[in-house]
């Protein structure tokens, strides 16, 4: 594949936080009334500002600084000490041993890590089942290190509430077909539902059936809403070595900027990420390491709060949502994020997005960032303060109403 056609794949102007680098100059021909007042919302990030960060994490970060090189320059996987104390937190919360020495690798976010588990995975022509819709990033990553994509149906809006829709025979298929890797997102994102155990355990015996590498991002697994269940997939009976689990503070704990993320897994394939990480970043920040000190380690009932108030927030969204004709939600099962599909438009979903943008002050991703098949859907992060974010979708609501087919 020519380099140009490598980066032009890529295709960055839609993704969540490039806004401001896209051409809307065509779509102000096709504005309908004026501007409606209200607060910036900008739901292809959550706000971090909207919630506080886990109690003593600048702290930690501080302490970091403190300590002065020795913190700086750790380990290119990351600082010993640091992957000791977490290791055995994410074995209890993943129900699966983790090698703090050889299975654990400190990146510079989850997308580090997700970048450098597929690059250590999929060369020139192997193939990768990956789901649709999920995470914009596969298949992007996927596509640059010029492996063959094996689409694999998602079909959530027809599934039980209890799962997430995974076309199981699909996957079998894909499976037979060659693909040698499965890439998924649990809780998915976009759309913030949940895989089933029943699910996960089918994934499993197909993974171990065909002898596949199972990425599984976890992102959001703590921030999970009431009367959901969830499964660990690397504690299912699968071969440890062809596993890697990601997972990171982020939204959760409203610590996106300390840019922090594990990968945990197979030794092996660890091994290649931080052969990887030393020519690319050389390490995690080596001072933003230190606040991993304080994951999994908040005061008693703080999780707990936290989820309450993103529930309320998603809830007060869904309401609005559907009460828009021809629209339809599903309430995301954890995680922070909508994944709404709007009704038919006057006008193309991409350009509505660029008016929302314009018209309403409402930022939100195209839903064809995360599928081909799912134009006429937006995602929306809702890791926002809440009056803010109920009242910039009534906003999109009246926008959907002004440019109705």
Do not use: C
């Amino acid at each position: 594949m020519a380099i140009e056609t490598k980066f032009n794949k890529l295709g960055t102007d839609e993704a969540p936080g490039q806004e401001t680098r896209q051409n809307a100059q065509h779509v102000e021909l096709l504005l309908k009334g004026g501007k409606l007042a209200g607060r910036v919302v900008d739901f292809s990030h959550g706000d971090v500002d909207a919630h506080e960060p886990t109690p003593g994490a600048f702290d930690l970060f501080t302490a970091g600084v403190e300590r002065g090189g020795s913190q700086a320059y750790t380990e290119y996987r990351g600082d010993l000490d640091i992957r000791s104390l977490v290791a055995p937190r994410l074995a209890d919360f993943t129900g699966a041993p983790v090698d703090a020495f050889d299975g654990l690798i400190v990146t510079p976010g989850t997308q580090g890590a997700l970048f450098l588990a597929i690059a250590s995975t999929v060369d020139r022509g192997d193939k990768v089942a990956i789901v649709q819709p999920d995470y914009f990033a596969n298949r992007k990553l996927v596509e640059f290190f010029e492996g063959e994509m094996i689409p694999v149906q998602m079909n959530y809006k027809q599934a039980s509430e209890s799962e997430a829709g995974l076309d199981l025979d699909q996957l079998e298929e894909a499976f037979k077909a060659g693909a040698r890797v499965f890439l998924f997102s649990n809780p998915n994102n976009p759309t913030g539902v949940v895989y089933s155990a029943r699910e996960i355990s089918r994934i499993a015996d197909l993974a171990e059936k065909y002898g596949a590498i199972v990425i599984v991002d976890q992102l959001y697994s703590r921030l999970r809403y009431t009367g959901t269940s969830y499964t660990h997939f690397r504690a299912q009976a699968v071969n440890p070595e062809n596993v890697i689990t990601i997972m990171g503070p982020s939204k959760t704990e409203s610590l996106s900027g300390y840019r922090l993320g594990v990968a945990f897994g197979s030794s092996r394939i660890i091994a290649r990420m931080e052969k990887l990480q030393a020519i690319v970043s050389l390490r995690a920040a080596g001072y933003s390491q230190a606040v991993l000190r304080g994951w999994f380690d908040e005061p008693v009932g703080w999780l707990e709060e936290r989820i309450r108030k993103h529930q309320a927030i998603r809830d007060g969204l869904v309401n609005v949502l559907r009460g828009m004709e021809g629209a339809f939600v599903r309430p995301s099962m954890a995680g922070s994020y909508l994944f709404p599909q709007l009704p038919d438009l006057a006008v193309s979903y991409s350009d509505f997005v660029k008016i929302l943008r314009l018209q309403a002050g409402v930022i939100v991703t195209p839903g064809t960032e995360f599928s081909p098949h799912t134009a006429n859907s937006v995602r929306l992060n809702f890791s926002q303060d809440h009056e803010a974010a109920v009242a910039a979708v009534e906003r999109l609501a009246l926008l959907v109403e002004r440019y109705r087919k």
